[in-house]
């Protein structure tokens, strides 16, 4: 691309470096990759013909920009990956696909179309301790829309998650997208004379381990303070007794299994003083459920839950988690949890971090690879039946030309197809053609270029036939999917075997 | 996604950071990020029918495995943008996607398929100074073949680039790519008796100079040194005159325009003593000829040129450069340059800096912008007629499940639509729907629903009637492109106006 200049360095000299990515890194290859791919580009359909525009933003962001959201971020630059540029600012690769688009809307707010729909997906970085299954490099999908206040605007990101997730492969029973509303918890600790930020932030902390630690746990933590196993002491949120039993019911109110968005807002509703903050989220909540009945969002795709707190800070009103809900049961038959697979909520206030003017936003964000894993987990690969190339086989320097024109042949054809191009035999090739997920092996030997023919070998026929053979010898000799024709006939003949017509041997 | 804890840090009380986007990174959206996802997906869709497979590295390398081949990169880091792990290993981001190739593949080459082909496409960065169209983050997009020392290999990979290149949209006689042979200058300062390894570079970086300076500065440069218009001095490569004179010979060798492959390397090897080195590139060449030959690949896709040097230091033998040939031409009928779109070349020392085990291997890399760049100025726009969504205006609050129902209707017929979801009035609404490409705006004010009609504006028909009616009052009272038809009509009446027809006013 570029024309650089040579550097003095002589590479032979140089000592060896080991062969090996960073810690926490991944290579992607194969139908890991190919299913993320296919994830990515049917969710992207499905995202575009909601009106939704390709957004990519930098890898980079000013630090200032990025802000404090991520959780455990006490030291400056603490779980990001920042240096200095030669100016002297401090820039940090993205963590998420939030925070930039919250960047790009504040700075480009006057060109913008309003409200700004918009969805992105690429590479996000956490600098975070790697283990097993937890990368410091993955990919995330978001779709937001900036600039409404409505809760149509919440009610159709909602609609568009269960879309985009069904298109990428996902049974509507298997999914599941759990709502609920911030402000509910602001009504109700405000009815219960419980003012102070801090102290509500712990409280809501304690919450959010409602799925960890039961109740009571979360009873502990918004209490005094909680002796865990390891033996570390937690201090609690001190909430007087009488909030602590409000919010016992509160989150009990919906505990039943299978209640519709309604009777589960009913069943909120009645579990005590939620305040001015906490009616007015339930008029959001209703006004939801009434949008996503009109766009035909059945009552389990998308379900209310007061216990849906989500972590991150920046979310003012509706919050959301989607979960994968596995076909496994337990013990009682009913469904066990894959866990979290996406969610997202409102945040009215990240935009005016920049402007100081209120910009309503709303979204839904995925990790591609852990949908993948959730697709794989319940029976489906993405990736699918991804076949390798047809491999022409490679006998004799001498006959290059005739291989090369074969391939020719096929590419113009449309038909993936590749030379093996090593300087191996026979076995190595039939065994890399294997390596390739070829269907096809196409052998033009020098009896075959005198004669005028081609030597076709249906590797999947192939394959099928040595396990129904138990005789070794009798099947070396059938070469079952194995047919010598004219060289003119090459290309229908391959055509014939890729769309699953079988041969006569 | 994830389920992080809130943090301390109020939202509101932080200062208010500028809403800017690091220095010499980009955003990109609507038609030019459109365009450069189209190159992607037809690139792709060409490699992958020519056997090559994906491949998705990450984009952090041990600053060690990247290896100091950019240009100036004289202090460690210089050109990358590094950074210090907590276990105080020096990480960078990959400058390309070839170094992170050879990593992979030397890390993993027991249980690759041998020779390896593949594709990638992704983000590199340089840590250089920006400026007008120079970023620092930008897509490139490559294939390579490992493993295989075959000419055959390398007259696919020009093959590939030449179809890759028509895919994304340039016609065959705009692109050329331009191929050359290191080791023809091995050869050439071997039998001059230049055996010094930096006196030998520092000749290759003056001829590497041979399209900027011309044969005169090139001269300077290879014998006492160059005074340049800034008044800098450059010290030569001090080459006797004897060997300065071949070199002439040799760069003017080809210089006839329209060559064919064939009659550039018969000048070539007229052009004074090669050694064994150079006689070894001719018969490669001959040979990639007698291949591309093969594959249908033209004299004007692919030309012998021995200017052709690529600054790059570990390339090994063929070299090969892209140019984009616009169809615009100087004062004598010749076509001017555009300039460099590719390139690329044989590098069979890579993998050995981690194996110490020679593996040979051959690729092409484009700039995605770039190519896209240069298929805007030939005229060509890959984004083509990409148009927005079908806009539903809102006109009341008390009828958003009118709208919500007509939007899903038109989506659930893979029309893509969307809601105006904002809280202005209908003129804005209208500014709305043009700056979002709007084909159709769907009206279904009080008397539409009453009457169980709606209202469709053709805004293409609006646009050019407005063009052709002067009179302005004249032109309002005519509603052109407007139609009313009954509701349950509006999907197909939606359908003939995106396919082209025309509706009457």
Redesign the interface.
Known sequence: ????????????D?P????????G??????PD??AE?RIVERVSAVY????F??????????A??L????????RPNEGV???Q?D?D?W?A?RYDLTAPLA??A???WETL???F??YAFG?V?RNEKPGPGRFR?FI?CDAD?V????P??DA?ILALAVEGLTAAGLDRDQAQIKVSNRKLFDGLFGAGGIDD??QR?TA??AI?KF?RLGWEGVSALLGEGRLDESGDYTKGAQLPTVVISTVERFLASAGQANLSRADTLAAVAGAGDLGAAGEEALKELQAID??LG???VDQTAVRFDPTVV?????YTGVVFEAELLLPTTDDKGRPVRFG????GGRYD??VA????QSVPATGF???VS?LAAALRASGRDPAGEAR??V?VIAFSDAD??HY??AV?EL?AA???????????GMKAQMK?AD??GAPVAVMLGGDEIAAGTVTLKDLDAGRRLSQAVSDNAEWKQARPGQQTLPRDQMVAAIRAILEGSSISD
């Open positions: 691309m570029s024309t650089e200049a040579p550097s003095d360095a002589p590479i032979t140089a060896r470096p080991e062969a090996r990515g960073p810690r890194f991944q290579d992607r290859r194969g990759l190919i791919r575009e013909r909601w009106g525009e390709p957004l990519e933003t930098s890898a980079f962001e000013y200032d920009a802000g404090k959201f991520l959780p455990d971020a006490d990956f920042a240096l540029d100016d600012q820039m690769l960047r790009y504040a700075q480009n179309p309003k409200p729909r918009r590479p970085w490099e995330q829309t600039g409404s206040d409505r149509e605007a159709e930020p801090a932030l809501l902390r959010d799925d009434a949008a009109i766009m035909g989500r972590g991150l800070e920046y979290s697979i996406g969610g206030d990240l971090r920049f402007t100081g964000s995925f990790g852990r390798g190339p491999v290059m030309a090369l024109g020719a590419r449309g038909i993936a197809a590749e030379l093996y191009l090593g300087r191996a890399y390596r390739r």
